[in-house]
């Protein structure tokens, strides 16, 4: 069994905003997989997916973002996950609008999600899909970057990037994310 997380915070108000687009991978996979995320458990809402022989578990966790790494634990030790067969899907103020950028460590780069995950699964080193955002330009405070949604222009890029991520985890249910890696970086 692997687990595909994608971070961001639960409720309308932050629908559709730079730090939801985690969960909307997790909704785009959801649609493609015709599997909506019923399961209310573990501090988040998910579905489990097939795909050839591989299960995977599509998780959101509803625990704001400061508290991510919460509901992952609790999946994780629930269905006995081990951290090789998990992926983070997040948002990165680092890469520019739209550029998708796979890693299988790291250190949480100021991401409060990134932060609570490494802290619940006691190490830096599980895989991980950002999705660049790009930085504010000042003086916009990052919190209010953030929380704000995509202008007209970063639609088409950020709805690229989330398929793009979407065909990067649905390869990984069928190869080693290390090929996924060396694939997806190589195509941004």
């Known amino acids: 069994m692997k687990l595909v997380v994608g971070l961001g915070n639960p409720g309308a108000k932050y629908a559709g905003t730079r730090h939801n687009i985690g969960f909307d991978v997790i909704e785009e996979l959801a649609e493609r997989f015709h599997s909506p995320l019923t399961e209310a ?9 097939r795909k050839g022989t591989e299960k995977a578990i599509l998780l959101k966790p509803l625990t704001y973002m400061n508290l991510s790494g919460e509901s992952i634990g609790e999946v994780m030790r629930y269905y006995d996950i081990a951290t090789d067969d998990v992926v983070v899907i997040y948002d990165d103020l680092d890469l520019p609008a739209g ?3 796979l890693r299988q460590k790291g250190s949480a780069g100021g991401h409060n999600g990134i932060k609570s995950t490494i802290s619940h699964l006691g190490t830096p080193n599980f895989n991980r899909i950002r999705i660049g955002i790009d930085r504010p330009v000042p003086p916009m405070k990052v919190v209010d970057y953030v ?4 202008t007209e222009d970063e639609q088409q890029k950020m709805k690229q990037a989330v398929a793009k991520s979407a065909d990067a985890v649905e390869a990984w249910l069928e190869k080693p994310f290390l090929e996924v890696m ?7």
Do not use: C, D, M
């Open 99 to 101: 550029r998708i950028r």
């Open 182 to 188: 060396n694939e997806y970086n190589i195509q941004t």
């Open 147 to 150: 929380l704000g949604r995509f």
């Open 41 to 49: 458990k573990h501090k988040g809402i998910y579905t489990i997916v």
